[in-house]
């Protein structure tokens, strides 16, 4: 049973998977993962309570589990944000991906749901933006479905303002999913 302040978040993640879903089934596409694999990517999260859902998870397994995965965020951490330069990619395996498992798949955060496939996103006052999908879909040779992440954001966005108020939380959140493990 989730706590009920997940529950808007719940929601959101379960119609963000349905959409993924159909529009893939559209281009026929499966993901079964590639060599540019996703969860090697660094990705920002930029949300509170996709944080603390994605903890709320990670609390619910084993203490050896957990272990593991601290010392893979620890690892992450050292090679990703603790070198001279500016950081970047090593394209290491995100700490929670096991065997080319998502250990906290239920619990992932929204960009780990939206990646993959060719999109666009509103803007106020200009054309819809459109970003290509990943190379193993081969969606250059497909036309396009229409896939707008606009108001999954927009959604996303109204959720966190409720959460932030709930919880007295302000500031600003950037961090990759191992940074929301060591920091927790
Ligand atoms: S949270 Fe899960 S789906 Fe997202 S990058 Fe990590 S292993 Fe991959």
Partial sequence: MEPEIFKPL?????????????????????????????????FFHHTY??????????????????TAILNRAQNYYNKTFNQPGAVKSHKINCPVNENDLCILYQFRPMICRLHGLPHELQRPGSDPVKSPGCNAGLFNDKPYIKFD???????????????R?????????KESIAQMLISQ
């Fill in 165 to 173: 108020k709930t919880l007295n939380k302000t500031g600003r959140i």
């Fill in 149 to 163: 992440r606009t108001p999954f954001y927009q959604k996303m966005s109204q959720i966190e303002l409720l959460f």
């Fill in 49 to 66: 309570i996709e944080k603390a859902y994605l903890l709320h998870g990670f609390n619910g397994l084993d203490k050896n589990r957990q």
């Fill in 10 to 42: 719940i929601n959101l993640f379960d119609s963000m998977d349905k959409t993924w879903d159909q529009v893939a089934a559209g281009y026929f596409f499966q993901c079964n993962g590639c060599e540019d694999n996703c969860c090697k990517s660094l």
